[in-house]
């Protein structure tokens, strides 16, 4: 309910690996299938859940009044499905690299330890989530509220708005992302028509200079109220700007302005490692050629220059520090949530003197809360319960085997506060 895929479930994975392991069937295939919305009838729902409230049981009631939002428009839905992984394909690929021996027909690769069961669950797991991400259909609602929540405090111009969509809409293309009709066939109608509705949902403000009553001289600013929903739809095509975003945010924090691809991995790895659980791992592209591709399109957007002499060496133009901003600017409100997160942690650690703690979603959100009232926080799109619950469970999980846990703490809030750093 945050408008991204939630982790996998395991258990359910297991299960159908069982019933096949006692024979149930000789093969099965897991299909990936995409549901995107241009809007969610559900908002002031997910709106509270994202606030810290429980989320509401269905009732007959609810059904009653629904009949009231059938009448309303909402756009489009969009369903897409991708090429179905075939377990005994799965199974083979995952045996090949543990250097097992394969069967003639692959009827006695069934017997499966537990730890190579759990292995190929994973595996499943992640293919099958990054083909869902792959086919995310990218909608003018998610790219103006990335665009309006990473502008400054001031808010944007209607010009300074398009510029940013355009930059978003420009990496897109050049990685073969599917968009939205409305984008495809009049992107500028649409981006006004998204603007508009959000203006008639009060969720944006729109504020003129001195006495010029012309869109080109308003600007517009998100109601602190209502960020947390921009952020919801923002989610719907952060997977597949999540490679520039990762890149963007590696070359700001290499600090300087000429660098090898090679500099940039440790740093890709990194971030990738300490957003592990938000995204599933690309396990199908290694991180070099994700690195590539993305350097690929910032220099066709003019973001960097190829070096004259050096090989496989870039230069980070005047003009293109801003864009990658723009671009990493995208995973800010995460990384402030996993910060309030470690931070949680080590306040409690500290206070009841064994540093060993497991805190729960909704403890975590009010040391959030206290912290955006204190100003360490910019966006209050950065407390979001369910963020807090996978950042929770991430965090239990890398602790297994740390025998001190506030140094762990301690070292996990000084990298995150040094990739903060480049993005305020």
Same mark, same amino acid.
């Given at each position: 309910?945050?408008?991204?895929?939630?982790?996998?479930?395991?258990?359910?994975?297991?299960?159908?690996?069982?019933?096949?392991?006692?024979?149930?069937?000789?093969?099965?295939?897991?299909?990936?299938?995409?549901?995107?919305?241009?809007?969610?009838?559900?908002?002031?729902?997910?709106?509270?859940?994202?606030?810290?409230?429980?989320?509401?049981?269905?009732?007959?009631?609810?059904?009653?009044?629904?009949?009231?939002?059938?009448?309303?428009?909402?756009?489009?839905?969009?369903?897409?499905?991708?090429?179905?992984?075939?377990?005994?394909?799965?199974?083979?690929?995952?045996?090949?690299?543990?250097?097992?021996?394969?069967?003639?027909?692959?009827?006695?690769?069934?017997?499966?330890?537990?730890?190579?069961?759990?292995?190929?669950?994973?595996?499943?797991?992640?293919?099958?989530?990054?083909?869902?991400?792959?086919?995310?259909?990218?909608?003018?609602?998610?790219?103006?509220?990335?665009?309006?929540?990473?502008?400054?405090?001031?808010?944007?111009?209607?010009?300074?708005?398009?510029?940013?969509?355009?930059?978003?809409?420009?990496?897109?293309?050049?990685?073969?992302?599917?968009?939205?009709?409305?984008?495809?066939?009049?992107?500028?109608? /649409?981006?006004?028509?998204?603007?508009?509705?959000?203006?008639?949902?009060?969720?944006?403000?729109?504020?003129?200079?001195?006495?010029?009553?012309?869109?080109?001289?308003?600007?517009?600013?998100?109601?602190?109220?209502?960020?947390?929903?921009?952020?919801?739809?923002?989610?719907?095509?952060?997977?597949?700007?999540?490679?520039?975003?990762?890149?963007?945010?590696?070359?700001?924090?290499?600090?300087?302005?000429?660098?090898?691809?090679?500099?940039?991995?440790?740093?890709?790895?990194?971030?990738?490692?300490?957003?592990?659980?938000?995204?599933?791992?690309?396990?199908?592209?290694?991180?070099?050629?994700?690195?590539?591709?993305?350097?690929?399109?910032?220099?066709?957007?003019?973001?960097?220059?190829?070096?004259?002499?050096?090989?496989?060496?870039?230069?980070?133009?005047?003009?293109?520090?801003?864009?990658?901003?723009?671009?990493?600017?995208?995973?800010?409100?995460?990384?402030?949530?996993?910060?309030?997160?470690?931070?949680?942690?080590?306040? /409690?650690?500290?206070?009841?003197?064994?540093?060993?703690?497991?805190?729960?979603?909704?403890?975590?959100?009010?040391?959030?809360?206290?912290?955006?009232?204190?100003?360490?926080?910019?966006?209050?799109?950065?407390?979001?319960?369910?963020?807090?619950?996978? /950042?929770?469970?991430?965090?239990?999980?890398?602790?297994?085997?740390?025998?001190?846990?506030?140094?762990?703490?301690?070292?996990?809030?000084?990298?995150?506060?040094?990739?903060?750093?480049?993005?305020?």
């Amino acid at each position: 309910r945050t408008g991204r895929l939630l982790a996998p479930k395991m258990g359910m994975l297991t299960i159908l690996l069982n019933a096949w392991r006692n024979g149930a069937c000789e093969d099965m295939a897991f299909v990936p299938v995409y549901l995107g919305y241009d809007r969610v009838p559900e908002e002031g729902a997910y709106l509270h859940e994202a606030r810290g409230g429980d989320k509401a049981p269905e009732s007959f009631k609810q059904l009653v009044k629904a009949r009231k939002l059938l009448r309303a428009r909402y756009g489009r839905i969009y369903v897409r499905f991708g090429q179905p992984l075939q377990l005994s394909d799965a199974l083979a690929e995952a045996r090949a690299e543990a250097g097992l021996p394969k069967g003639p027909s692959g009827s006695d690769d069934r017997p499966l330890r537990s730890r190579d069961a759990a292995a190929l669950s994973a595996r499943i797991a992640a293919r099958t989530l990054c083909s869902i991400n792959r086919h995310t259909v990218v909608t003018a609602q998610g790219l103006v509220a990335a665009a309006l929540l990473s502008s400054p405090a001031q808010g944007l111009s209607l010009a300074a708005l398009n510029e940013r969509v355009d930059l978003y809409l420009n990496y897109l293309l050049s990685q073969g992302v599917e968009l939205a009709d409305t984008l495809m066939l009049d992107r500028r109608h /649409a981006i006004d028509f998204v603007l508009n509705d959000f203006l008639r949902q009060k969720w944006v403000r729109r504020r003129y200079r001195g006495d010029a009553h012309t869109m080109t001289e308003a600007r517009y600013r998100v109601r602190s109220g209502r960020r947390q929903m921009l952020e919801y739809y923002k989610n719907g095509c952060l997977p597949v700007l999540l490679p520039a975003a990762v890149a963007g945010l590696a070359i700001l924090a290499h600090d300087a302005f000429q660098f090898t691809a090679e500099q940039l991995l440790p740093l890709m790895t990194e971030i990738e490692d300490r957003l592990a659980g938000e995204f599933p791992p690309d396990v199908d592209h290694p991180l070099n050629w994700r690195l590539r591709k993305a350097l690929k399109a910032f220099m066709g957007e003019a973001i960097l220059m190829p070096h004259p002499h050096l090989p496989d060496t870039y230069r980070l133009t005047a003009a293109g520090r801003r864009g990658l901003t723009r671009l990493a600017g995208l995973l800010k409100p995460l990384l402030d949530s996993y910060w309030i997160t470690v931070s949680a942690h080590l306040q /409690a650690g500290a206070n009841n003197g064994s540093g060993k703690v497991s805190l729960s979603a909704k403890q975590i959100h009010q040391t959030g809360k206290r912290l955006f009232k204190a100003g360490r926080i910019d966006g209050i799109e950065a407390l979001s319960l369910p963020i807090f619950q996978s /950042a929770a469970a991430h965090y239990q999980l890398r602790l297994k085997g740390v025998d001190d846990p506030m140094t762990f703490f301690q070292e996990e809030a000084l990298g995150l506060e040094r990739l903060l750093a480049h993005l305020s």
